[in-house]
């Protein structure tokens, strides 16, 4: 952990250093031995947790940033465009960290005990006798496996998941204790659940490396921890129910935009590559905005509602949007008299939805928990 903490400027694990030879082979060498302790490792969630966030975020900020194309060449400093020529040892520490973050949360089998020998990274999937041997893995030959946290492994001792089976969902060292050392012809791998509901793609088109995210709010030292690249976002995936709240800044700053569905490229929004913190949340309900009372339309007694809740700690319904009558993040003295200057004065009407139900556009405090009047 000394590494992370105090040789890895915004995350990168020796940014700073800039040597060939073999103290360029040296970060994939550790990186390599990162991922195996995150995987191997007895240790609390919270470490293997940062060690696998640690393997990944370098691996993309390299993908993203330092990777010269299209000659794929990898420089000392994964953070900085790679040159137009590197030693091989260079080139090699990169390679070791993109293997690294391919494998470093999937279950492994190995050929021996303890997690020695041959091994294979197995993804969710069923692996039948001939899927095994095409990644490398013999038949009958597994010893020892790790299995992360949340995922569930079946073994089987007949090809095409038949015969006799047995179920890890934790690391094992010998299988001779079950009575399975090499045994297994097939193997069923299934994924924990994901829990996150939003997915965030460096290109457009859902393409190039995505970070999944559930409901929370995401700084950008915690989105970079993820692997996320600042400014480096353009495709977004919202599941049904859930919007993301983009912002500029960092610590939920700058222009915001709310995406409540899919969009395959932000340039047509205006925020292309702008994304530095963002906030994952349910949708609120659809409202219409200055209908402070629910009644079905903005009219005087809303303004009246609205300073009652003010100034005389009236009730108000659960949708705290439609009183925000200016759309600011507030409900304040300004939000009635928006609304009767509009009714009475002829002013511009209010920010939407004001004319027809529908969601807050903006990123606020506020929110709308229910709403009877529209469907």
Not at 33 to 55: D, I, S, W
Not at 169 to 195: F, H, K, M, Q, Y
Not at 277 to 292: E, M, N, T, W
Not at 325 to 330: K, L
Request: hydrophobic share 40%; charged share 20%.
């Amino acid at each position: 952990t000394w590494v992370l903490d105090a040789r890895s400027p915004d995350g990168m694990i020796f940014g700073q250093e800039t040597g060939g030879g073999d103290g360029g082979l040296f970060k994939g060498i550790l990186v390599r031995y990162l991922a195996l302790l995150a995987r191997e490792g007895n240790m609390p969630a919270a470490t293997r947790l940062r060690f696998q966030e640690a393997v990944k975020h370098n691996a993309n900020i390299l993908n993203a940033i330092g990777l010269r194309r299209p000659e794929m060449i990898v420089g000392p400093n994964w953070a900085v465009r790679a040159g137009p020529t590197t030693d091989l040892s260079t080139q090699l520490s990169g390679l070791l960290l993109m293997e690294a973050a391919a494998i470093v949360e999937l279950p492994m089998v190995y050929q021996h005990y303890n997690f020695d020998g041959r091994s294979s990274a197995l993804p969710a999937g069923r692996h039948d006798t001939a899927a095994l041997a095409a990644r490398g893995v013999v038949d009958n030959d597994i010893t020892s496996l790790t299995v992360p946290p949340g995922w569930r492994v079946t073994l089987f001792d007949g090809d095409d998941f038949s015969g006799a089976s047995l179920v890890k969902s934790g690391n094992d060292t010998l299988l001779n204790d079950d009575g399975w050392n090499d045994r297994a012809s097939s193997i069923a791998v299934e994924a924990p659940a994901s829990s996150a509901v939003v997915s965030l793609y460096s290109d457009c088109g859902y393409d190039g490396y995505a970070v999944a995210l559930p409901v929370g709010s995401y700084t950008l030292g915690r989105l970079q921890a993820m692997g996320m690249v600042d400014n480096d976002i353009s495709a977004v995936r919202v599941g049904s129910g859930f919007q993301v709240t983009v912002f500029q800044q960092q610590d939920f700053t700058g222009n915001s935009a709310v995406i409540s569905e899919d969009e395959t490229c932000l340039v047509d929004r205006g925020f292309n590559d702008e994304v530095s913190s963002a906030v994952v949340s349910a949708r609120g309900a659809l409202f219409l905005r200055g209908d402070a009372n629910a009644s079905g339309t903005a009219d005087m007694s809303d303004a009246i509602t609205i300073l009652g809740f003010l100034f005389l700690g009236s009730a108000m319904n659960d949708c705290s949007d439609a009183a925000d009558v200016n759309d600011d993040g507030e409900v304040d003295i300004s939000d009635p008299a928006r609304l009767l200057s509009h009714l009475f004065l002829g002013s511009e009407a209010p920010p939407e939805p004001f004319d027809a139900c529908g969601e807050d556009p903006t990123g606020d405090d506020l929110d709308c928990a229910a709403f009877g009047r529209c469907p």
